[in-house]
């Protein structure tokens, strides 16, 4: 309630100059509880997608469950304490906690399968050049003035209703 209150207020008072957004680049590369390369794995022909499904109604990229990577990792690299690790958490139904890279306030809206459906927009877009990465870092802003930066080129509105529904 409160929080809505204030962005009405804003909403009247600045909807010229939009508040200073946090930081959100750059950023130190965040040490995950296994050693999982991108470069490597996308190296292998894996596509993106293969990983990160997308469910509807497409909100959230999601990262795998261990059926995914038990796939090959059944047979591969068996003997690595890293894949050992990774198969002991399947088998007990869980997964690696994995820590967030990239991530924007609960109450911000955003769909990834409505933005991957615009023209010349990819996940390097937004997330830069992942499939080299061994270890991944936010190394693209994804605070609002680069949200509204590419709403403004690309025709899409910059009404804050769009990205702060309240309901
Ligand atoms: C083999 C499965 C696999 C493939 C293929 C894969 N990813 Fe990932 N991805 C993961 C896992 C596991 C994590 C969590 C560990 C990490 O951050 O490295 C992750 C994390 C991420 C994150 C950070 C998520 C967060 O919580 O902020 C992004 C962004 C990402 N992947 C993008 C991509 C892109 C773009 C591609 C294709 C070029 C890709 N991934 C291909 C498994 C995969
Ligand atoms: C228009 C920008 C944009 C594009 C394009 C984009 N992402 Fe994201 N991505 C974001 C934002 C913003 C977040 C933070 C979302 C949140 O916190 O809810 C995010 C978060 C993620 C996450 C972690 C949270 C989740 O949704 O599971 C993963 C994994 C991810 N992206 C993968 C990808 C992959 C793979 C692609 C391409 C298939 C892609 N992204 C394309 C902006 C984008
Ligand atoms: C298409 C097959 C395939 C899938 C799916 C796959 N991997 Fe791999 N993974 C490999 C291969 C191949 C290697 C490299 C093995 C080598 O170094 O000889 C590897 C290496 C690794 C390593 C490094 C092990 C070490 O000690 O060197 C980790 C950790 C890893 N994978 C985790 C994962 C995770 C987590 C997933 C699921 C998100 C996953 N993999 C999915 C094929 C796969
Ligand atoms: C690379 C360009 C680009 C970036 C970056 C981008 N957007 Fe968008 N966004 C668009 C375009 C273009 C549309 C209009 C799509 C349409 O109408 O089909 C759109 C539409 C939207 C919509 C309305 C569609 C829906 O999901 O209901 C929301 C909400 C939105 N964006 C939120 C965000 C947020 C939040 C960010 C930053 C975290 C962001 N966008 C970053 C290009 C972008
Ligand atoms: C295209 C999407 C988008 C639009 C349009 C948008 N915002 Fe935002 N807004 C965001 C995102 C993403 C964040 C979270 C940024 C962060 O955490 O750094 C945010 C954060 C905020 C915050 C919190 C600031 C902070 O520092 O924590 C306020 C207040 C806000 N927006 C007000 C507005 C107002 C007022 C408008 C209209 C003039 C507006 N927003 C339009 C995406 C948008």
């Known amino acids: 309630?409160?929080?809505?209150?204030?962005?009405?207020?804003?909403?009247?008072?600045?909807a010229q100059t939009p508040?200073?957004?946090?930081p959100r680049v750059p950023r130190q590369p965040v040490v995950q509880p296994l050693p999982f390369s991108h470069k490597m794995h996308v190296s292998k022909g894996l596509a993106c997608r293969q990983c990160h499904a997308m469910p509807d109604p497409g909100d959230f990229a999601t990262t795998p469950a261990t059926a995914v990577c038990m796939s090959c990792h059944e047979s591969v690299k068996r003997e690595s304490p890293s894949i050992a690790k990774l198969a002991a958490l399947h088998k007990e139904g869980k997964r690696p906690s994995w820590k967030p890279v990239y991530r924007i306030p609960e109450w911000v809206s955003f769909n990834h399968r409505k933005h991957l459906a615009v023209a010349d927009v990819s996940c390097?877009?937004?997330?830069?050049?992942?499939?080299?990465r061994d270890v991944l870092a936010r190394e693209k802003d994804i605070g609002m003035q680069s949200c509204m930066e590419c709403h403004r080129l690309k025709g899409a509105s910059n009404e804050c209703i769009v990205c702060h529904d309240p309901r």
């Open 1 to 14: 309630m409160i929080y809505v209150l204030t962005l009405c207020l804003l909403g009247s008072a600045a």
């Open 124 to 132: 390097e877009t937004c997330h830069g050049p992942v499939a080299q």
């Open 19 to 22: 508040p200073v957004p946090s």
